[in-house]
């Protein structure tokens, strides 16, 4: 009323005041409007005073054509019901998911919601289609390299070792087994004692040709339990090698224990006597989830005991019997069955086959 007022006196034209006031009023509510829709759309909530926001707009647009005449130009960007266009559009009454004034197909609607994802369906708001899609939907995920399957491999290869009398020799013993070495750790295999390095861990596994493979364990011993110094030391100084040091560092959490066919790492506890090659097998493809494709014609598993090393031919990998020149004469009835001072480095060998000694 105040508008329509001062825009009817005789006496006086409007003042250059009240143009500002106007235009400043007009853009405030148009913005606060424009805020209250997009929540709407957006499933939000309306709340019932955002209808006198829609008649206030009214209002303003009434009282902006009220005073239009040749002393306003200038003062309204462009043409002044340009601002208030937008009003004829809003949606009001109820929920304000109604329509008003809105076209029923997208194409007939202003050029500015042609594309909108909400659009007119009779008297309701619906939408129609999805909002634009943006950098992050529809980029493809990121996902580790995986390997596909026999067939797929990248030249690599893998050294797997059993840790009682292969790894290691018979606790204590460097009289009967010269090239041995004994260190200040527990070893719990066998009765106990003090943990023995065999003639190949103490010259090191590197100096075979597992030194150009990826590197794992699997035993149906513990060593002396995950987290035990003894078993510390197999992973930190043992387990040592160009291409595993290079991987280990590639993928840190690698460095923890396993235990049966329950494969997140390549060192494994407890999988028993007769089944390694599913353990193995399983090291093998968790290999393949980080990136390092190896066939199985690749994966050379090395092992003192005579009875775990035929069994491997079932999942076309390749074992090798170590331990050949000694055996204990003590365990299994002198039967030979376990070896004694452990592997040597020269019966670490890339050869195709399950083989047995002698």
């Known amino acids: 009323i105040w508008y329509r007022g001062a825009s009817q006196s005789t006496d006086r034209g409007p003042s250059r005041a009240m143009a500002l006031v106007v235009r400043a009023l007009s853009s405030l509510v148009v913005l606060a409007a424009a805020a209250r829709d997009e929540a709407c759309a957006a499933g939000g909530a309306c709340s019932k005073g ?13 009282a902006q054509r009220a005073t239009r005449d040749d002393r306003w130009a200038g003062w309204f960007p462009g043409d002044p019901e340009d601002a208030f266009q937008g009003v004829q559009r809003r949606r009001r009454y109820k929920d304000m998911g109604s329509c008003r004034r ?21 008297q309701t708001m619906v939408k129609v289609g999805p909002p634009p899609p943006t950098e ?12 596909g399957g ?22 204590g013993d460097t009289h009967n087994c010269p090239q041995n070495r004994v260190l200040g750790y527990h070893d719990s295999a066998y009765g106990g004692g003090q943990a023995t390095l065999s003639a190949l861990t103490a010259a090191g596994i590197h100096t075979t040709f597992c030194d150009q493979c990826h590197l794992g364990i699997t035993s149906a011993g513990h060593g002396s339990g995950a987290g035990s110094p003894w078993n510390d030391y197999l992973l930190d100084h043992v387990m040592r090698g160009r291409v ?9 959490h690698a460095r923890q224990w396993s235990e049966g066919t329950g494969v997140h790492s390549p060192f494994v506890l407890k999988q028993g006597n007769k089944v390694k090659q599913e353990a193995v097998e399983l090291v093998r ?3 393949g989830r980080q990136g390092a494709c190896i066939e199985p014609g690749e994966v050379y598993f090395f092992e003192d005991r005579t009875e775990n090393v035929r069994p491997f031919a079932e999942r076309g990998l390749n074992s090798r019997e170590i331990s050949c020149g000694s055996r204990d004469p003590s365990l299994y009835g002198g039967t030979g069955m376990v070896g004694y001072c452990g592997a040597r480095p020269e019966e670490v060998q890339r050869v195709k086959g399950n083989i047995l000694c002698g």
């Open 150 to 171: 026999a067939g797929n491999g990248t030249g690599a290869c893998l050294c797997m070792f059993d840790i009682d009398r292969t790894l290691t020799g018979r606790q």
């Open 50 to 62: 955002a209808v006198g926001t829609d008649n206030l707009l009214l209002q303003v647009a009434r």
């Open 285 to 287: 493809q968790w290999y």
């Open 136 to 147: 992050s939907s529809t980029a493809p995920p990121r996902t580790a390299p995986q390997c």
């Open 102 to 122: 809105r076209h029923s197909t997208a194409s007939s609607n202003p050029p500015e919601e042609a594309n909108s994802e909400w659009q007119c369906r009779g």
């Open 244 to 252: 595993h040091d290079a991987f280990m560092r590639r993928v840190p």
